[in-house]
């Protein structure tokens, strides 16, 4: 998650997100379905051409990252971890997470600042049939203890975001709550306060990683 431009709320940004994504089953998830681009450049650029007239986020909601699929699968090998909780799917792209979480039995909310993902994130639990609360607020400067369970896939990619987001997990911890970070390696994933949970190998692109598979670890965050 980025900070984004502020977007006028009454945009209607599902007649970009269909024409410019199909519907796909991520390779770790395959009971789920998703409205994904299949080609990185294509919705990249038709994202720029937006940008100045909407003022839209790049598209990170347009691919299921392997920290929210890696997230996913652990939540829908283990439902019992989360029946009935109140579980925060942080910056949540595609909604994912939030998704399987739903699927799972819990009371799911997806967060994200960008107002384009939270539309994808609607076409998607329609898609799955999913109940997902969208937020769109940012959450890192309040109170960290509203859930019970957050997740977070794949935040560690950028130093100041990294920081303020592991900021925000440990008092979350701190407080009761209990924190699951995913994360593929990033570089700035902390290297203490972390109990390792589950490691799973997640098939990605060549076009958005450096490899075909990432190895993927979810951690506790103590």
Not at 181 to 204: E, F, K, M, W
Request: glycine fraction near 6%.
């Amino acid at each position: 998650m980025t900070d984004s431009p502020a977007t006028d709320p009454g945009t209607d940004f599902a007649p970009f997100i269909l024409a410019n994504t199909e519907i796909v089953a991520p390779p770790l998830v395959p009971e789920l379905r998703l409205r994904l681009a299949t080609e990185i450049v294509p919705i990249w650029q038709a994202t720029e051409a937006v940008l100045e007239q909407l003022n839209v986020a790049p598209p990170y909601w347009a691919f299921c990252w392997p920290g929210g699929q890696a997230l996913a699968r652990y939540l829908l090998d283990h439902p019992e971890l989360i029946q009935r909780r109140r579980v925060l799917d942080f910056a949540a792209g595609s909604g994912v997470v939030a998704i399987a979480a739903d699927r799972t039995g819990a009371l799911a909310t997806a967060n994200d600042v960008d107002a384009m993902a939270l539309a994808a994130i609607g076409l998607n639990a329609q898609l799955n049939a999913a109940t997902v609360e969208a937020d769109g607020n940012d959450l890192l400067a309040g109170p960290a203890d509203r859930w019970d369970l957050i997740l977070a896939g794949d935040v560690c990619y950028e130093r100041d975001m990294a920081e303020r987001v592991w900021a925000w997990l440990r008092r979350a911890a701190q407080a009761g709550v209990e924190v699951l970070l995913a994360d593929p390696g990033r570089s700035y994933l902390p290297t203490a306060g972390l109990q390792r949970l589950a490691d799973y190998t997640v098939p990605t692109s060549l076009d958005l990683e450096d490899r075909t598979h990432k190895e993927t670890t979810i951690w506790r965050v103590l």
